[in-house]
């Protein structure tokens, strides 16, 4: 486990937080804070093992310095970070990969005692962590789900800073609604904001009996349509600002030149790999639109043709999608951010032959999982 002042990831941390999407970040330390209070936290936690419930988990990619703990070439792992002092993470922490040589026996310390068979269902929940792309909470919940781990749903609520960078783009989305359920208000406008945040805030309150009444859904059913309506907003509102950086990114992946020596081999592989990825990050791309697309149809039907049941349908059976759409914006935000990391400018678009083989492998490698 990593000491304090060489884990970058703590001392970055705060930064993180405030900046980054819950794609990347699931901050069991700030749930446990917020929830503390909540009979289900403490039901059903994320993980039994109490230690690891105050931890952080991050969507890592990998530094030069840490592949030597891996068995593979991966560019993306889960890390785990263990805060010394859960009070002021500048304290620093321990850390490990998911998938690096001796993990488990790692957890099985940090389990200080704990239960064996609790410690081995953390286990089983980590690597099914390592499964997914990204932590949003839509894909999250459902990818656990299917693996048949029962999890509160205080875990996967949207982040605070998710929820301000989303909070124009939904007031917008269900502008139409808000004027057909509050049909005693004159100025819907003056509503939106509260109502966003009602909406999409961890609990349901009676302020959305009206969503309720004209969605017609009752008890758990309710509570299912309203976390299937959260997902497709928050997958449409990612989707809206990816897409204009994956275009970019699709122009200059064969813009990509090779400095150096090229061996004629190799620069044959790599122009045929970048170009099927070039077709296949298009395929996915379009697969995400058509999805989201079968959302705006459903929604239209209930704000513009009059047809709750139709949406109320679509609600019901809506979070079966969330699994494709959570792996297929995860590995376009993974591409998207690396490569504008790694080139920031057209003037950038150069690398070494073995770099530009790392990178459009890797890539590849991403989207062809989609597929298994």
């Not at 819950?22 to 993980?47: C, M, W």
């Not at 068995?71 to 859960?86: G, Y």
Request: glycine residues 6%; charged residues 30%.
């Amino acid at each position: 486990m990593r000491e304090p002042a060489a884990d970058r990831s703590v001392r970055n941390l705060g930064v993180l937080q405030r900046t980054a999407s819950t794609s990347r970040v699931l901050n069991l330390l700030e749930i446990g804070g917020a929830q503390k209070g909540d009979p289900e936290y403490h039901l059903q936690p994320f993980f039994t093992t109490p230690y690891l419930n105050q931890s952080l988990v991050v969507k890592h990619r990998v530094r030069s310095d840490e592949r030597y703990v891996l068995d593979d070439q991966r560019q993306t792992a889960t890390k785990v970070i263990l805060p010394f002092e859960r009070s002021d993470l500048r304290m620093g922490g321990r850390s490990f990969l998911v998938g690096q040589r001796g993990w488990r026996n790692i957890v099985r310390d940090a389990g200080g005692g704990a239960d064996g068979s609790n410690i081995e269902r953390d286990i089983r929940l980590l690597t099914a962590l390592d499964e997914i792309p990204s932590l949003d909470p839509f894909l999250l919940r459902e990818h656990l789900n299917r693996r048949g781990f029962k999890i509160a749903g205080c875990y996967f609520a949207i982040s605070d800073a998710d929820l301000a960078r989303m909070h124009d783009f939904v007031a917008s989305e269900i502008d139409d609604l808000i004027r057909l359920t509050f049909t005693n208000v004159s100025d819907s406008s003056s509503y939106s904001e509260k109502l966003v945040r009602v909406l999409l805030s961890p609990e349901i309150t009676e302020q959305l009996e009206p969503f309720r009444i004209a969605l017609r859904l009752e008890g758990d059913d309710y509570k299912e349509g309203i976390f299937s309506w959260k997902g497709f907003l928050y997958y449409k509102w990612l989707f809206s600002e990816l897409r204009p950086k994956l275009v970019e990114v699709l122009r200059e992946i064969p813009l990509l030149r090779v400095t150096g020596h090229k061996d004629p081999d190799l620069m044959v592989h790599i122009d045929r790999t970048r170009r099927r990825l070039v077709e296949t990050l298009e395929a996915k791309r379009r697969e995400v639109a058509d999805v989201l697309d079968v959302y705006d149809r459903a929604f239209a039907d209930l704000t513009k043709n009059g047809k709750p049941l139709a949406f109320q349908s679509f609600l019901l059976r809506a979070s079966d999608m969330f699994l494709m759409l959570g792996e297929r914006i995860g590995v376009i935000s993974h591409i998207t951010t690396f490569w504008r990391y790694r080139f920031p400018d057209a003037r950038s678009l150069a690398a070494s032959i073995e770099e530009v083989f790392d990178i459009i492998k890797d890539f590849d490698h991403l989207v062809s999982s989609l597929e298994k």
